[in-house]
């Protein structure tokens, strides 16, 4: 799972940090039963999150080979199973809601929205659709919209993926707020970042879009992307900060010849201070480190799979 609840992060670094000076400490995570159908805090492949505000089609989470196939999905075969792209995931620590971001476009990805796709809210107690943010100008990339994160001050981070950053941008959508009973919750998002990022950051390309998360608020929000091997090296990861609380520049943090494969695919965190957590699957956990200046990136510590 690429994307976690704030507390849920910060109990995998304080595991972590507890496991590094070989304290004997156990801390247990209780399921919320209220979430899901099940009764165990957990909502799988066939079951129902609710109905598509804007469509009015019943919305099952996703497993390849036809679960969240919906009245009116396109093509010749029933692609839009969700099964590969139903995995953004982010908590607002204003309004307490879940947004979930469901691409709808199959293992191939598309350009332009497909048609069922959506960016949820969710209630967290619950888990059910409560709302859906306004969708209507994002277009490009190889999937349109992929992972969401959201700043301390509620506002909405989601961006596309690219798998070759070089040639196809790499955007970032910014909505104002989760929150459903806000004014202007329905207005369309802005583009906070939209280019190619390759030669100019020192890299041949990447494909970048897979891990995303978000901190601090205004002109303080930083977003942190990670990178994978099917373009380009996946040893890289790029911090996007702004000046405006709008538009977004980005920085390449490298690790060379210390991290020289990929590590960075599968989920990424920030840390306290100038610190980020990265996992990729099979591969180490690693707790890493920049200097905000020139970006160079550090090895704190890495933990091993066993």
Known sequence: MKFFRPAFVAALAGLAMISAASAQTTVTLDPLTSFGPRGDGSIQPGDSIGINPVTGNNVAISAPGGYGIQPGDTGAAPVSTNGFNMRGLAFDPIS???????????SGGASTLATNSAVYILDSDSGQIIGALNTSNIIGGTYTHVVAGVADDGAVYVCNQTTASQ???????????????ATNFNVPSIVAYSNVIGTSLGTPGERLGETLDVRGAGTNTQILVGSSSLNGTGTNI??????????????RISFPGVITSAVFNDGIAFGAGNTFWTKQVGKAFYYLSYDPVTYAGTVISSFSAS
């Open 96 to 106: 307490g809601n879940l947004v979930f971001v469901d691409t709808h476009s199959g």
């Open 167 to 181: 040639t196809t941008g790499f955007k970032i959508y910014r909505w104002p707020t989760a929150n459903v009973n």
């Open 238 to 251: 790029f911090l996007f900060t702004t000046v405006d609380g709008t538009n977004f520049t980005p920085h």
